[in-house]
């Protein structure tokens, strides 16, 4: 069974970094992509970024610049970096996993950003 699980987020001042995990149960290259989405209460689930197996990146428009998507093969870990933090970044962030057509949801961490 396919296991995500987030860890790393927190309460923290606007400008400040944290550093999400996403850890992956089994071999992290057995998943075609991973990607981190982020949600707010009453809002949609939202794309963050993408990282393949071949270790391409991309990330949406609204946090280029400040999030970082990156990989450990040796840890089956995946890692969100976010500088700058802002007020708005406040979400549950989630990681997901994508093989062959099939998705797999972590449970989620709470960010939050104070002013």
């Known amino acids: 069974q396919v296991q995500l699980v987030e860890s790393g987020g927190g309460l923290v001042q606007a400008g400040g970094s944290l550093r999400l995990s996403c850890a992956v149960s089994?071999?992290?290259?057995?998943?075609?992509?991973i990607r981190w989405y982020r949600q707010a209460p009453g809002k949609q689930r939202e794309w963050v970024a993408i990282i393949t197996s071949s270790g391409f990146t991309g990330y949406a428009d609204s946090v280029k610049g400040r999030f970082t998507i990156s990989r450990d093969n040796a840890k089956n870990t995946v890692y969100l970096q976010i500088n700058n933090l802002k007020p708005e970044d406040t979400d549950v962030y989630y990681c997901?996993?994508?093989?062959?057509?099939?998705?797999?949801w972590g449970q989620g961490t709470q960010v939050t950003v104070s002013s």
């Open positions: 997901n996993a994508l093989r062959d057509g099939t998705e797999y």
């Open positions: 089994g071999n992290i290259n057995r998943f075609n992509v």
